[in-house]
């Protein structure tokens, strides 16, 4: 695949194109799919970049809405053959977060709240290991081992050249007591959070116990921002059993002003990084 060539952005800069046409030419979702004999949700899934895209479908598209220029017919057809290239975490077999890992690597600035551990761009190896073990016990060895080999090379946007433009992660204090691994790993982890938060790219905050209540303790969550403007932001929620996007306008205001709400909880990043030192120093000991 070529290294400029993302498939998920692909899909999803396709499918907001195709809702274009379709609300120029002033249709429903459900009345092209009536004109094309599948379902509503077949029509929503491709328009929200969520399913892959043949350039057949693209062509019966481009037929309902009467997209008669060839030269917008052909870049359709591109970006649909584009979107079902295989993205570099293909070749780690059946990753249930693909679309998610797909977004991360397109994305200009994240945000995310975190309270159980560690978000997986800044794990070491073996706090990794240890977190996929516990968190999916179900899972063998093999599929432990290529879970945890993607999430180190999803660390690319940390460490590698397509670095990304900021960074800003905001996690409770429950995170860093929370002995993962060993004590051992534990120390390994939190020194290495206190590395990577000197880059200037990178912003990491704590809400401290001693702050109570708190609008993260609703669930976590992440705020994806892309460099083209034709791509919206994302709000990534992960599941047990799937993952949920939201992409509205008033859904990205609100998940927006709410971290917002939680920065502002948060311990400033320079007392952020004490409290970080004294449970690093803690499990060393």
């Known amino acids: 695949m070529s290294a400029n060539v993302n498939p998920t952005v692909r899909r999803r800069r396709l499918g907001a194109e195709l809702r274009r046409l379709r609300e120029l030419k002033g249709m429903t979702a459900e009345e092209v799919a009536g004109r094309l004999m599948v379902s509503q949700s077949k029509i ?68 995310a709240y975190e309270s159980s551990f560690v978000p997986g761009l800044l794990q070491t190896r073996e706090y990794a290991e240890a977190v996929v ?33 900021s960074l800003w992660v905001v996690i409770d204090e429950a995170v860093l007591c929370r002995e993962v691994g060993s004590r051992e790993v534990m120390a390994d982890q939190l020194f290495q959070l206190l590395l990577l938060s000197e880059q200037p790219n990178i912003n990491l905050q704590v809400i401290s116990f ?20 034709a791509d919206s932001t994302v709000v990534y929620f992960e599941g047990v059993t799937s993952d949920l996007y939201l992409e509205k306008d008033a859904d990205v205001r609100r998940y927006t002003n709410l971290y917002d709400h939680l920065r502002a909880a948060a311990l400033g990043v320079a007392d952020s990084r004490s409290l970080i030192q004294n449970y690093a120093e803690r499990f060393k000991r």
């Open 133 to 165: 073990a516990g968190t999916q016990p179900d899972t063998d060895a093999t599929a432990v081992r290529r879970r945890v080999e993607v999430r180190l090379k999803r660390q690319n946007r940390i460490y590698g050249e397509n670095q990304l433009g």
């Open 210 to 229: 001693e702050h109570g209540a708190h609008p993260g303790m609703t669930g976590t969550f992440s705020l994806m921002e892309f460099p083209e403007s």
């Open 44 to 111: 929503s899934r491709l328009e929200n970049g969520r399913r892959s895209i043949s350039m057949r479908d693209v062509r019966d598209l481009c037929d309902v809405y009467e997209v008669t220029d060839e030269r917008v017919r052909a870049g359709l057809m591109e970006m649909a053959r584009e979107s079902r290239q295989r993205g570099w975490w293909h070749e780690f077999g059946d990753i249930p977060y693909s679309v998610y890992i797909g977004l991360e690597a397109e994305a200009s600035s994240i945000r």
